[in-house]
């Protein structure tokens, strides 16, 4: 790690955080990205990225890629989880890009290749930040530090970042988890059943959403949210298992029943989130995605969120360069505030595509071609 002094440093390698450092090298700044984990696993998840983020992923270069591994539905069908009848049938081409669902892991790997060798630092917990007026000075949990003119927090929703600006306090548990499980194809094929590409099941106060992880479509995977009173675990999640889902899904349809049925591992989540932030950012430091807005994810576009917070930064850096951070962060927060908080209120409602709407708002967003809003116009 380089000891002399850098000009950005971002804390988290997350969906956002990969994002960034990659399009802020492609725009030619000198960026480091700081890591607690040791490294990424294959963590049992999925994820949709639609034609907002892909138009994104074309300006590093890897949006073919990720095409090349995803799913890529026409259509997000929501179906009534108890009668099977569908309630919407939204079509997801037409929006300048195309619509991915994908393994999580699979997507992490290739956002975290598109970085310049050597700038991605793992196992670096961030522990504190100092900024002095003149730079930050930036202490690891393993006792090294380094300085940076300016630090994007986009460590989640349990940021350090955050908590440095803001002070600490926990993220507000929903009511809600989410069950995760990755089923492979061939258990299904027992069924006379057709597994759609990308459907919601919804019941009235819980639901399933189900999509392939990969190109091949051998890997199915879905995704709950079920009311569950409180989060008594300290963990990121728990394991949770078959008999537990098939509780919570008794009397719903054969087909979540067959997936149910065909469930190896499952696993549970606590969903959480945030009232809007009073700030964004202060003096050198700046947050993104669920550092700032996390959100309940049933309009599968946290991550979404995050990418185009990531994209509209590194526009707004670019636009007024490194020295004047205070009017490129003024411009970031203008630019993106009420799209994000639009989208965290949408999804934590959990009513997006339940009945028949037109979508192009979300996935016909392109950030590139939006005019930049200056701060006083806002
Ligand atoms: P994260 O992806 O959480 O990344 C934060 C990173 O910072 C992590 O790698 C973490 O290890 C690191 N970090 C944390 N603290 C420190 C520290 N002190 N020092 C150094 N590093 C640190 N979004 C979608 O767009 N589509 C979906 O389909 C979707 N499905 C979801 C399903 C579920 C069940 C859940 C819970 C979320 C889902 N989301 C989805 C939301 C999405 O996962 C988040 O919005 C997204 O991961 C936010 O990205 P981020 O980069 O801000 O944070």
Redesign the pocket.
């Known amino acids: 790690m380089s000891n002399g002094k850098e000009k950005i440093a971002i804390?988290?390698?997350?969906?956002?955080?990969a994002v960034a450092g990659a399009l802020l090298q492609h725009a030619g700044f000198e960026v480091n990205v700081?890591?607690?984990?040791p490294s990424?696993s294959r963590l049992g998840?999925?994820?949709?990225?639609g034609p907002n983020?892909l138009k994104i992923f074309e300006r590093i270069g890897v949006d073919k890629k990720v095409i090349s591994i995803s799913s890529t539905p026409s259509h997000w069908f929501s179906r009534d989880g108890i009668t099977g009848e569908y309630t919407a049938r939204v079509p997801l081409v037409g929006y300048g890009q195309t619509y991915c669902t994908v393994h999580r892991g699979d997507l992490q790997a290739i956002q975290c290749d598109a970085l310049q060798p050597g700038t991605l630092h793992f196992g670096?917990?961030?522990?504190r930040l100092d900024d002095n007026g003149t730079d930050v000075l930036i202490e690891?949990e393993d006792g090294t530090s380094v300085r940076a003119d300016i630090v994007i927090g986009?460590?989640?929703?349990?940021?350090?970042v955050r908590e440095t600006l803001l002070g600490a306090e926990k993220p507000n548990y929903s009511g809600w988890v989410?069950h995760?499980a990755l089923i492979s194809s061939d258990k299904l094929k027992k069924y006379d059943l057709t597994f759609e590409d990308c459907v919601k099941w919804w019941g009235p106060d819980r639901h399933m959403m189900v999509y392939y992880t990969t190109a091949r479509r051998d890997e199915y995977y879905y995704?709950t949210g079920v009311p569950h009173p409180a989060w008594e675990f300290d963990s990121a999640f728990v394991g949770s298992s078959r008999d537990e889902m098939a509780a919570a899904f008794k009397g719903y349809h054969p087909i979540i029943q067959a997936l149910i049925e065909s469930t190896d591992e499952v696993t549970k989540?606590p969903?959480f989130n945030r009232n809007p932030l009073p700030l964004w950012s202060k003096g050198r430091l700046v947050l993104?995605?669920?550092?700032c807005h996390?959100?309940k994810?049933h309009m599968?576009?946290?991550?979404?969120?995050?990418i185009e917070d990531a994209a509209m930064l590194t526009r707004c850096l670019q636009e007024t360069g490194i020295n004047d951070f205070r009017t490129a962060f003024g411009l970031y927060e203008t630019n993106r505030r009420d799209r994000a908080t639009r989208v965290q209120s949408v999804s934590n409602a959990n009513t997006f595509l339940l009945k028949q709407e037109d979508p192009a708002w979300v996935y016909g967003y392109d950030i590139y071609a939006e005019p930049l809003k200056s701060e006083t116009a806002a």
């Open positions: 804390i988290g390698a997350g969906l956002g955080g700081y890591e607690q984990a990424f998840a999925g994820i949709h990225m983020v670096k917990k961030l522990a690891f986009a460590d989640g929703i349990n940021s350090r989410g995760r995704v989540w969903l993104l995605g669920d550092a996390p959100m994810p599968a576009q946290g991550a979404a969120m995050a």
